[in-house]
C-alpha cells in the first residue's frame, strides 16, 4: 500500500504561481511512475503531469506544457508540481497518483493504483 498526501494548493491571481506537494508513504520502492491529474466539476479527471520513477521521463499536457514542472525527491519520497504563469482555466482540484504496473500510457489515469485526497486550487481573473 501507498498513501499520498497532496498539499500547497490556495488561490492565487492569474498569471501567479503555485508550488504542489505530494508526499508518498508506505511501499513507494514498487512505485513505477507518479503522476498529477486535476478535475473540475462535471468533468472528467485529466492528466496534467507525469514521472517515471526509474528513467527520470516527464511528460505533460499540452495546456500546460512550458508552465508547469513536474519534479521528485526520491530520498523524501515526495513529488512536485511547480505551476507558474497560472490561468483561471487551471482552476481544479488536483490529485496525486501513483502506480506499480507500467504497460500504460502515463496519462492513462485507470492504471494509477494510488490517490491522494486532492488539493483546490482556484486562480482567479
Known amino acids: 500500500q501507498v498513501q499520498l498526501v497532496e498539499s500547497g494548493g490556495g488561490l492565487v491571481q492569474a498569471g501567479g504561481s503555485l508550488r504542489l506537494s505530494c508526499a508518498a508513504s508506505g511501499r513507494t520502492d514498487r512505485s513505477n511512475a507518479m503522476g498529477w491529474f486535476r478535475q473540475v466539476p462535471g468533468k472528467e479527471r485529466e492528466f496534467v503531469a507525469g514521472?517515471?520513477?526509474?528513467?527520470?521521463?516527464?511528460y505533460y499536457a499540452d495546456s500546460v506544457k512550458g508552465r508547469f514542472t513536474i519534479s521528485r525527491d526520491s530520498a523524501r519520497n515526495a513529488m512536485y508540481l511547480q505551476m507558474n504563469s497560472l490561468k483561471p482555466e487551471d482552476t481544479a482540484v488536483y490529485y496525486c497518483?501513483?502506480?506499480?504496473?507500467?504497460?500504460?500510457?502515463?496519462?492513462?489515469?485507470?492504471?494509477?493504483?494510488?490517490w491522494g485526497q486532492g488539493t483546490q486550487v482556484t486562480v482567479s481573473s
Open positions: 497518483a501513483a502506480r506499480t504496473r507500467a504497460d500504460y500510457a502515463i496519462n492513462y489515469s485507470p492504471s494509477y493504483d494510488y
Open positions: 514521472i517515471r520513477w526509474d528513467a527520470y521521463n516527464t
